[in-house]
């Protein structure tokens, strides 16, 4: 999967001044492929690449040695932290106590620092030492071709688990699915959709404006818990389909099971490296005995980020299917 | 001639007298410039601790809200802000000092009680910018009073020095 260079043009403008430089020279071809950037005080500038860390040179070149890489200052995570934040971190402050900032374009910023204990949980990062930048990546019709087997003979939805390793695409390929169920690109069957973005990742709200592209249908509770988020929307927002990232927990596992018996249809994704290793999970156990789930959607890296390995129906045999 | 003297005399008395009024009118104007700007800064206050509102915008209100005789400053901070992606919002603080200094007529003191709030304005929590806001406030109540004061003794002064130094010119000169 391939970025737009302008995505990631448009991001390192938020970066202090000798950092946006630096990395807004780096070649082309790492820019297509970026997926995070990772500012240490004190540390080399490094990029994640297909998987790969790699540091970056004062002259923005591209490669695996240290000792030849620009080194990040407090200066540097100080004032790209300013920018970030709009230079007002307490409006961000109920963000940044869950250890991240969405900024606009939908890309998130993680922050490593002190963290504040107050009489409410954590209250702040202070001494911020770190930023992590994961670039948003919005592949439009990565799902265009999974679609048909989602859907049943009377054009019901089918419950679909998304399996994979991190930095698999789990996200993006969740995402487009959203689209194009939202959307009604396939054979004009739509739906309305609920998505629980706990991460503000799927839709990546930013001042109450998602910047990503999810559907026409498609409503969104942000920075929602899960277990909380799909028992609101299965009272407020009346979805033929709640879609979730990242399920796992038993309190998820209990609302997912309230949002069933609602005769709501679901959508999630799971970590795992293997149908066998998430099946085994305690958590997940009950869905998986009563068969919850009808589809199982295996993603790697065999063929680049986003690869769908396998897909397997509700009994847990493979489905034929032409790989990208 | 006589009527030159006459005209002579009279120009003398409106210079003098208008230099006179125009010094002893800074006093006066210093005094009202930072009773808007502590209006301004109290607007500033309420966006931040109660609205949560980002500091651009925040700024970009208090110009709305304020006296614009004052309120012009907290915008043109604003598009420095914006324009230089500053590292901190204290840098454009530093960009209207002339401006605080010559067409508001403050005093290098109220000025620097302005730049405190700059040095440490949106870098905290609101719980912590409330109470910055409540120190610079108090300390421009301080301003605020030696103003008034000064405004009081001076502005009078200066207006019946220019009067009293035409008049004496014009003495002189007959």
Known sequence: MENNPGIYNNLVEILSGELKTILFNIPMEYKKKIEEIRIRNGKPLMISCGGKEYMITKRSEVNMDASSAFIVNESHIQSTFQIITNYSPYAYLEEISKGYITIGGGHRVGIGGKVIYGAKGIENIKNISSLNIRVAREVLGVSNKLIPYLIDSSKLFINTLIISAPQCGKTTLLRDIVRNLSNGNYRNQSYKLSVIDERSELAGMYKGTPQNEIGIRTDVLDGCLKSDGIIMAIRSLSPDIIAVDEIGGEKDIESIQEALRAGIRLIATIHGDSFREVNEKPSMRRLFEDKVFGRYILLDRSKGVGTIGEIRDRSGNIIEFEKR | ?174
């Open chain 2, 1 to 174: 001639m006589g009527l030159l003297k006459i005209l002579s005399a009279f120009c003398i008395f409106i210079t003098s007298s208008a230099i006179g009024f125009s010094y002893g009118q800074t006093f006066s104007l210093r005094f009202e410039n930072l009773l808007y700007l502590e209006h301004c800064i109290k607007i500033l206050e309420t966006e931040i601790v109660y609205g949560a509102t980002p500091l651009p915008e925040a700024l970009a209100n208090v110009k709305k809200k304020g006296k614009p005789r004052v309120s012009f400053i907290f915008d043109d901070i604003r598009r420095d802000l914006i324009s230089n992606k500053r590292e901190a919002i204290y840098h454009s603080f530093l960009t209207v000092e002339e401006k605080l200094h010559h067409r508001l007529h403050l005093k290098k003191e109220d000025i620097e009680i302005f730049f405190s709030l700059g040095r440490v304005l949106g870098s905290s929590d609101r719980e912590d910018q409330s109470k910055i806001f409540k120190i610079v406030l108090a300390q421009l109540e301080g301003q605020l009073d030696e103003a008034k004061l000064e405004k009081n003794q001076n502005a009078k002064l200066y207006r019946s020095l220019g009067i009293i130094t035409g008049l004496g010119i014009i003495i002189l000169l007959i």
